[in-house]
């Protein structure tokens, strides 16, 4: 399948895909603050760089987006059609670096929460966000994700 923008115009499109401040992110941040939680943004001291940090509680937060990130099951991890070798590996490595960072983060006694850009973008999934976020906080499971349920 050819490619509908030029080489050019894709380079640009993606070069402006934020690892930072994502509305994912953001979403998700509001949400715990108006739960009443504190936290720290992108502690690169941490392995993996995780994008929300509550040190007292020794909680890691990862919002990943599905596509970056490979969401196992998830309809926005689609592999592109164009250049499937370069993409292939390059999602691999993240998905590696992302499972490398958390067991480090639980080497060092973290808990380690991945919320997955799907759980933002739908608004009737998105409105039990805050609550489950909330329970796996409160709760002690060691590693936990929060994503779209799979549609069969």
């Not at 934020?18 to 949400?31: A, D, H, T």
């Not at 994008?51 to 592999?79: L, N, S, T």
């Not at 067991?103 to 999934?125: F, M, Q, Y």
Request: aromatic share 8%.
């Amino acid at each position: 399948m050819v490619d509908v923008v030029s080489p050019a115009d894709r380079s640009r499109m993606m070069a402006g895909i934020k690892g930072k401040n994502s509305q994912p992110e953001l979403l998700v941040r509001r949400l715990l603050f108006a739960s009443g939680y504190r936290f720290r943004l992108h502690r690169r001291d941490l392995p993996g760089t995780p994008d929300i940090v509550m040190p007292g509680r020794k909680v890691a937060i990862f919002v990943h987006g599905c596509f970056w990130h490979q969401h196992q099951g998830c309809r926005y991890a689609k592999m592109p059609s164009t250049r499937p070798d370069f993409w292939k590996a390059k999602l691999e490595t993240n998905v590696e670096r992302d499972r490398r960072s958390v067991e480090k983060l639980h080497a060092l006694g973290w808990r380690v929460l991945c919320v997955w850009e799907c759980s933002t973008r739908d608004a009737k999934i998105a409105a039990g966000l805050q609550a489950a976020m909330s329970s796996w906080i409160e709760g002690c499971d060691q590693l936990g994700e929060i994503g779209a349920p799979s549609r069969s």
